[in-house]
């Protein structure tokens, strides 16, 4: 089991340490998607738009990343638009933390990142886009994200849209379940596909409303589970795109990295920028809906926990 980050290195913002003492909700939110998801000006945009969503309904946004040495937990304006303006800014994953931390750079932090800082910050609860995954033809080129590592280890529930659809969700989710992650549906018997609302991959667990959700998280500490908890939360109806359609850039997409050679942690934000430009935007707008769709949940999510005895 990973060894908890030494908690002087977190800087917690005035709003969140305060949110944190005083028992309030509080929902972690990543911040690749702004450095390495999404182009400017739209990520700052996300970014302050998921925030006020989170607010909306109840509890308090606590966007991480690392800023210059040093681990934020809640960012001020300007480190945000620092970090979305920014050409070069590291990507950060769970094994890049120490390095980026020493060099003092700034750096998104992935889902995998984020989780392992939310958990010291003792926050439960994080929303993003969609996790990283099983890669098609992981077989071959063995790419599979930290990301479900860190899910099987670190005790934070991640609301997503499924997986991006950029991957291969049906091994994803072998993965998950030989790792142990439970993946429960809300509102849905099956693993969405990011962009769409359905993949065909049924999964085994299905909650209708938030409390019910918090009420799995407690029940796996109360098992005594460090695990993480996947939460799948479909797009929704009206901002969906058509899967068939998709499929087909995502396919072009995929055979465009292998051709140029595309390798490691630069081939998941090369397929959504080529995917991007294939849908002429359409999938942006499509990534924006969702995560704020998951940042609502999440914070509703957050909400009935703090409520709830442990
Ligand atoms: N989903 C998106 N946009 C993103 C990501 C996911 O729609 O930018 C990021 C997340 O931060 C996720 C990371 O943790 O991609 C996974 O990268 P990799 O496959 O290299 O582990
Ligand atoms: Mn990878």
Do not use: W
């Amino acid at each position: 089991m990973r060894q908890g980050i030494e908690a002087s290195l977190l800087s917690l913002s005035a709003e969140i340490a305060d949110a944190l003492a005083a028992g309030q909700a509080v929902v972690a939110l990543e911040s690749t998607i702004i450095t390495h998801g999404m182009p400017y000006p739209e990520n700052v945009e996300t970014a302050r738009a998921v925030e006020a969503v989170v607010r909306q309904n109840g509890a308090v946004p606590a966007t991480i990343a690392l800023i210059g040495g040093r681990i934020g937990v809640g960012l001020a304006t300007d480190e945000l638009d620092r970090l979305g303006q920014a050409k070069g800014v590291v990507k950060a994953s769970a094994r890049d933390l120490s390095a980026v931390l020493v060099a003092r750079n700034d750096a998104g932090t992935t889902v995998a990142a984020t989780m392992a800082i939310a958990a010291l910050a003792g926050i439960e609860v994080f929303a993003t886009g969609g996790i990283g995954g099983v890669h098609r033809g992981a077989e071959a080129t063995f790419d599979i994200s930290a990301d479900l590592i860190e899910l099987a280890r670190t005790p934070v529930a991640v609301v997503c849209a499924g997986c991006k659809s950029i991957l291969d969700i049906g091994k994803t989710l072998e993965f998950l379940e030989t790792q142990g992650v439970p993946v429960i549906g809300y509102g849905t018997d099956e693993f969405p596909a990011f962009f769409a609302r359905s993949s065909g991959h049924r999964i085994d667990h299905r909650f209708d409303s938030p409390v019910e959700l918090a009420r799995v998280i407690r029940m796996e500490r109360r098992l005594g589970s460090e695990s993480g908890i996947l939460i799948a939360n479909p797009i929704p109806e009206t901002d969906g795109l058509d899967p068939v359609e998709m499929e087909a850039h995502i396919a072009a997409a995929v055979a465009e990295a292998e051709r140029a050679g595309i390798g490691q942690k630069a081939v998941t934000p090369y397929l959504l920028a080529r995917v991007r430009e294939l849908t002429g935007g359409q999938s942006l707008a499509a990534n924006v809906a969702l995560i704020r769709n998951n940042a609502a949940l999440a914070a509703r999510v957050a909400s009935e926990l703090v409520r709830m005895p442990s």
